[in-house]
């Protein structure tokens, strides 16, 4: 099996704690071989790992090939979200927490007039884990901000995920319509827990509401319902929503095909509509050496080592000194009265894009996507 000899322990006694848990996952004690050295607050890169179809959103000649383009897009970054840990490390893994604070800042380089892309994270909540974004390309008018929090069960075997949150991307073009739209996250499945080989599937639907009108409707299956393959995906692309006028359907991890048209001039039928088979590009990083203490790479640089090297007393030690000062710190706020600050995000109670674009998808599917309690929107980028 995946567990090592001497952690099948640790595993049976990690698995059963999942299986009676409530709380959050991410604060369980693991054994070694799961952790990954990466926090979550490096996740919203993946959105932006096919750069040159994010930028090309604003090519897009009319409202209808421009939400198609979104469509493309965000099929495209399913495979890095959900497939790459299995790529680089085996299986998921369980990433580092995130401490209250904690920043993350990458970008992807301007080449071939796509623009340069910037992205900004910060951990906005430790205890629900809350993790805010915005990614700006500012010469192709373009922003996606959202946040990401989950919540878990267990059930019969599997680690059920429903993704708290939702992305907003906002097309501004100087002196046009602002076009929104709405992105809603898919569920996860989470299997291979008995066999320390964990792996993702997703599960049910997903929208995309553009405030043009057009909506995506994506439906998420694995082995054995639409066909044998896993990670299959069938989204359905309309105005009407009874009556589709294109069709995508195939595999989020390599390649979709446009297999049904009806009435649109910017997809034909037989034509591939994505295919991730090709690299993506990494985010760019400052190197350590120039990183403040709050950015993820230099917070976690010593657990990240030692979860590299083998070393999980030094990880551990260095973990626990890390959350001893978090302690600490909430002590401290709390005898002072004074809260954290968040840097660049503020609160809100509520948000009105997401408000009108959900209330579209509602009027046309009746379905309510997400129940979203938290917003965070950029106060400072
Ligand atoms: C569920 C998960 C933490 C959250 C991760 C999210 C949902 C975060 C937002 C990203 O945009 C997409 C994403 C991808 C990850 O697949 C998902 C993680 C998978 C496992 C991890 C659990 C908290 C860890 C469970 C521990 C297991 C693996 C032993």
């Not at 998921?92 to 993350?104: A, Q, T």
């Not at 978090?326 to 600050?341: L, N, S, V």
Request: charged fraction near 20%; glycine fraction near 8%.
């Amino acid at each position: 099996g995946a567990v090592p000899a001497n952690q099948k322990s640790g595993w049976a006694s990690f698995v059963k704690s999942i299986a009676s848990f409530s709380g959050d996952l991410y604060s369980m004690t693991a054994p070694p071989f799961i952790l990954s050295p990466v926090s979550l607050t490096e996740f919203p890169a993946y959105w932006l790992e096919r750069p040159e179809l994010f930028a090309a959103i604003s090519d897009g000649v009319d409202a209808e090939d421009r939400a198609l383009r979104v469509l493309k897009w965000f099929i495209a970054t399913l495979k890095g979200q959900y497939t790459s840990r299995n790529e680089k490390m085996g299986s998921e893994k369980k990433p580092l927490n995130p401490v209250l604070g904690e920043l993350f800042y990458g970008t992807w380089p301007d080449q071939n007039g796509r623009g340069l892309t910037k992205l900004l994270v910060e951990q906005v909540s430790h205890h629900p884990p809350i993790t805010a974004y915005h990614i700006t390309n500012e010469s192709r008018n373009l922003t996606l901000s959202g946040h990401n929090a989950q919540k878990t069960s267990f059930s019969s075997g599997a680690i059920l995920v429903k993704q708290v949150g939702h992305a907003i991307l906002t097309y501004a073009p100087p002196g046009k319509d602002v076009e929104k739209y709405l992105i809603t996250l898919p569920r996860l499945r989470i299997d291979g827990i008995w066999y320390g080989a964990p792996y993702i599937e997703l599960t049910d639907n997903g929208y995309i509401q553009a405030s043009t009108g057009y909506l995506s409707t994506i439906e998420y299956k694995g082995k054995g319902y639409f066909s044998g393959k896993a990670h299959s995906i069938k989204a359905s692309f309309a105005v009407n929503p009874t009556s589709p006028i294109v069709v995508v359907e195939g595999q989020w991890d390599t390649v979709t095909k446009v297999t049904s048209v009806k009435g649109s001039k910017h997809a034909k039928t037989g034509e591939t509509f994505t295919d991730v088979t090709t690299p993506k590009e990494e985010v760019t990083v400052a190197p350590i050496e120039s990183q403040n203490e709050w950015e993820t790479r230099k917070l976690w640089q010593n657990v990240a080592n030692g979860i590299r090297s083998g070393d999980f007393e030094a990880a551990s030690k260095d973990k626990t000194r890390i959350e001893n000062e978090q302690r600490q710190r909430r002590k401290d706020e709390q005898a002072a009265g004074t809260p954290w600050q968040l840097k660049h995000f503020v609160h809100l109670d509520e948000d009105a894009d997401y408000v009108s674009l959900a209330a579209m998808i509602k009027d046309t599917t009746n379905v309510l996507p997400t129940e979203d309690c938290y917003v965070f929107k950029p106060s400072s980028v």
